[in-house]
Nanobody, 126 residues
Framework: QVQLVESGGGLVQAGGSLRLSCAAS????????MGWFRQAPGKEREFVAA????????YYADSVKARFTISRDNAKNTAYLQMNSLKPEDTAVYYC???????????????????WGQGTQVTVSS
Protein backbone atom coordinates (compact mmCIF):
# COMPACT_ATOMS: atom_id res chain seq x y z
CA GLN A 1 0.00 0.00 0.00
CA VAL A 2 1.19 3.52 -0.75
CA GLN A 3 0.51 6.63 1.29
CA LEU A 4 0.11 9.96 -0.49
CA VAL A 5 0.44 13.44 0.97
CA GLU A 6 -0.32 16.55 -1.08
CA SER A 7 1.11 19.97 -0.37
CA GLY A 8 1.52 23.32 -2.06
CA GLY A 9 -2.05 24.55 -2.12
CA GLY A 10 -3.04 28.05 -1.10
CA LEU A 11 -4.65 31.31 -2.10
CA VAL A 12 -3.53 32.97 -5.32
CA GLN A 13 -4.83 35.72 -7.55
CA ALA A 14 -6.16 34.96 -11.01
CA GLY A 15 -3.29 34.66 -13.45
CA GLY A 16 -0.94 33.41 -10.79
CA SER A 17 0.81 30.07 -10.35
CA LEU A 18 1.09 27.29 -7.80
CA ARG A 19 2.97 24.03 -7.75
CA LEU A 20 1.39 21.10 -5.97
CA SER A 21 3.46 18.18 -4.72
CA CYS A 22 2.37 14.66 -3.91
CA ALA A 23 4.82 12.76 -1.73
CA ALA A 24 4.48 8.98 -1.74
CA SER A 25 5.69 6.45 0.78
CA UNK A 26 5.19 2.81 1.65
CA UNK A 27 5.85 1.17 -1.69
CA UNK A 28 7.87 1.50 -4.87
CA UNK A 29 6.68 4.79 -6.35
CA UNK A 30 7.69 3.92 -9.90
CA UNK A 31 5.21 1.02 -9.86
CA UNK A 32 2.29 3.45 -9.95
CA UNK A 33 0.78 5.70 -12.55
CA MET A 34 -0.22 8.95 -10.89
CA GLY A 35 -3.18 11.21 -11.36
CA TRP A 36 -4.41 14.56 -10.14
CA PHE A 37 -8.09 15.23 -9.57
CA ARG A 38 -10.02 18.14 -8.12
CA GLN A 39 -13.35 18.73 -6.47
CA ALA A 40 -15.04 22.09 -6.23
CA PRO A 41 -17.81 22.78 -3.72
CA GLY A 42 -21.07 21.21 -4.83
CA LYS A 43 -19.46 19.47 -7.78
CA GLU A 44 -18.24 15.99 -8.50
CA ARG A 45 -14.58 15.16 -8.43
CA GLU A 46 -13.04 15.60 -11.85
CA PHE A 47 -9.91 14.50 -13.63
CA VAL A 48 -7.10 17.01 -14.09
CA ALA A 49 -4.01 15.16 -15.32
CA ALA A 50 -2.26 11.80 -15.24
CA UNK A 51 1.28 10.54 -15.81
CA UNK A 52 2.60 7.07 -16.48
CA UNK A 53 5.02 5.20 -14.29
CA UNK A 54 8.12 6.35 -16.13
CA UNK A 55 6.70 9.76 -17.02
CA UNK A 56 6.54 8.93 -20.69
CA UNK A 57 2.76 9.09 -21.01
CA UNK A 58 0.83 12.16 -19.98
CA TYR A 59 -2.82 13.08 -20.30
CA TYR A 60 -4.64 16.32 -19.46
CA ALA A 61 -8.21 17.40 -19.12
CA ASP A 62 -9.09 19.91 -21.83
CA SER A 63 -9.85 22.52 -19.19
CA VAL A 64 -6.24 22.63 -17.99
CA LYS A 65 -4.30 21.78 -21.12
CA ALA A 66 -1.56 24.32 -21.89
CA ARG A 67 -1.86 25.80 -18.38
CA PHE A 68 -1.01 22.86 -16.11
CA THR A 69 1.98 20.52 -16.26
CA ILE A 70 2.18 17.17 -14.53
CA SER A 71 5.53 15.60 -13.78
CA ARG A 72 7.17 13.14 -11.45
CA ASP A 73 10.54 12.43 -9.90
CA ASN A 74 10.77 8.74 -9.11
CA ALA A 75 14.03 9.22 -7.23
CA LYS A 76 12.20 11.55 -4.84
CA ASN A 77 8.95 9.54 -4.77
CA THR A 78 7.05 12.69 -5.67
CA ALA A 79 4.58 13.80 -8.32
CA TYR A 80 3.97 17.43 -9.18
CA LEU A 81 1.32 19.60 -10.73
CA GLN A 82 2.54 22.98 -11.94
CA MET A 83 -0.44 25.26 -12.39
CA ASN A 84 -0.05 28.48 -14.36
CA SER A 85 -2.51 31.13 -15.52
CA LEU A 86 -4.88 30.12 -12.76
CA LYS A 87 -8.54 31.03 -13.03
CA PRO A 88 -11.23 31.35 -10.35
CA GLU A 89 -12.85 28.22 -11.78
CA ASP A 90 -9.72 26.27 -10.84
CA THR A 91 -10.68 26.72 -7.18
CA ALA A 92 -11.07 23.26 -5.66
CA VAL A 93 -9.56 20.69 -3.38
CA TYR A 94 -6.85 18.93 -5.38
CA TYR A 95 -6.12 15.26 -4.82
CA CYS A 96 -3.36 13.03 -6.06
CA UNK A 97 -4.02 9.37 -6.65
CA UNK A 98 -2.02 6.25 -7.50
CA UNK A 99 -2.98 3.51 -9.94
CA UNK A 100 -1.23 0.19 -9.28
CA UNK A 101 -2.40 -1.68 -12.37
CA UNK A 102 0.60 -2.53 -14.61
CA UNK A 103 -1.17 -1.69 -17.86
CA UNK A 104 1.10 1.18 -18.82
CA UNK A 105 -1.96 3.31 -19.50
CA UNK A 106 -2.76 6.68 -17.97
CA UNK A 107 -6.38 7.03 -16.96
CA UNK A 108 -8.91 9.75 -16.34
CA UNK A 109 -11.41 7.51 -14.51
CA UNK A 110 -11.14 8.15 -10.78
CA UNK A 111 -12.35 4.62 -10.07
CA UNK A 112 -9.21 3.25 -11.73
CA UNK A 113 -7.07 4.67 -8.92
CA UNK A 114 -6.34 2.65 -5.82
CA UNK A 115 -4.85 5.13 -3.36
CA TRP A 116 -5.66 8.75 -2.61
CA GLY A 117 -4.17 11.60 -0.67
CA GLN A 118 -6.12 13.81 1.71
CA GLY A 119 -6.24 16.75 -0.68
CA THR A 120 -4.94 20.30 -0.67
CA GLN A 121 -7.07 23.42 -1.11
CA VAL A 122 -6.43 25.74 -4.02
CA THR A 123 -8.31 29.02 -4.05
CA VAL A 124 -8.03 31.45 -6.95
CA SER A 125 -9.37 34.94 -6.35
CA SER A 126 -10.62 37.15 -9.14
Amino acid sequence: QVQLVESGGGLVQAGGSLRLSCAASGHTFSNYAMGWFRQAPGKEREFVAAIGRSGGRIYYADSVKARFTISRDNAKNTAYLQMNSLKPEDTAVYYCAADRTPSGLVKSDQYAYDYWGQGTQVTVSS
